[in-house]
């Protein structure tokens, strides 16, 4: 899948997206009816409190979580409309994620964790390798390359996540609440990387329930109960 020279109105379009999960207990939906645009070059926050459909939403933009209903455009793609294997190539091309958990690899090194989503890119392996050490440096650990992630803080594993969503030069960044964990000096440390990427063209779309952390962002999102407030 080669990108597309952006002519879309709208960078993402989320439009009428529902989203219901079977349990034992019956049918619970976790968002009921979503409508919502963000443009290229935006740094957006979703705010909530815990479920809310925030992490949900995020989950949808991402091409990871199907919507019960509705469609999701990126560049005017229907992600929804492609087969995995397609939306695979899409989430490698197009989208770079933060989890809440970091998720790094423990048995791995910092530059070893960094460089997995080049792995599967074609990209020769010297190359991935400068890729990594580049956006390491980005965001101050390129000392640390040969570390294992239990040898670093909390707030430097938030920065080898951030490096790892951005080593292939996605256009559009996802983080699932990436202060949660933080003390709030390592916390503000991260929005300012975060707002340094997109002030360097970078969307960055952020789910959060901290109003403080909203404050680096252009546009702030309410949801509640499954619905997005008017703005």
Known sequence: MEKKTRTAEHLIEVRAVGKEYQLAGGRVSAIREMDL?????????????????????????????????????????DIYALSSEQRADFRSEYIGIIFQSFQLIPYLTVLENVKLPTAITGIPGREQERMARSVLDKVGLAAKAGRLPDQLS?????????????????????????????????????MRILRQLNEEGLTVIMVTHNSETCRYSGRTITVRDGVCLPQ
């Not at 070059?41 to 990871?64: A, D, N, W, Y």
């Not at 909390?154 to 080898?160: A, K, N």
């Open 154 to 190: 909390g707030g430097e594993q938030e920065r080898v996540a951030i490096a790892r969503a951005i080593v292939n030069r996605p256009p559009i960044l996802l983080a699932d609440e990436p202060t949660g964990n933080l003390d709030s000096e390592t916390a503000t440390e991260v």
């Open 37 to 77: 645009r963000i443009d290229d070059g935006e740094f957006v926050s979703i705010m909530g409190q815990s479920g809310s459909g925030k992490s949900t939403l995020l989950s949808i933009l991402g091409g990871l979580n199907r919507p019960s209903r509705g469609r999701v455009l990126v560049d005017s793609l």
